[in-house]
């Protein structure tokens, strides 16, 4: 019913920056928290970030704080992650996800999946 398009993966050096975007085919829900996940090479699917329907709440995984930042604008129903200072160990495919009601927790239930885009992350 609602999709979600990523984009803005690549290849990149240690070091260099990337702006990921998620784009929505609809508005998913009248409250809804947006987040981003990654899932790199031989290794489960983890949450980067999640931002609050009202965008007012954000937060980051401590492994990409100060670095990563969401974001997002509710007229193009489109969140973003711009990372910044990225390492090897970021390297990993990047999916945006919509879940019903706000979050306090990393939990994986969302309601909506993107599909995904890759980030990798050279030394």
């Known amino acids: 019913q609602v999709q979600l398009v990523e984009s803005g993966g690549g290849y990149v050096q240690a070091g260099g920056s990337l702006r990921l975007s998620c784009a929505a085919s609809r508005w998913p829900f009248s409250t809804y928290t947006m987040g981003w996940f990654r899932q790199a090479p031989g290794k489960e699917r983890e949450f980067v970030a999640r931002i609050s329907w009202s965008g007012a709440t954000t937060y980051n995984v401590d492994s990409v704080k100060g670095r990563f930042t969401i974001s997002r604008d509710n007229a193009k129903i489109t969140v973003y992650l711009q990372m910044n200072s990225l390492k090897p160990e970021d390297t990993a495919v990047y999916y945006c996800?919509?879940?019903?009601?706000?979050?306090?927790?990393?939990?994986?239930?969302?309601?909506?999946w993107g599909q995904g885009t890759q980030v990798t992350v050279s030394s």
């Open positions: 996800a919509a879940r019903l009601g706000s979050s306090n927790s990393n939990s994986m239930e969302y309601n909506y």
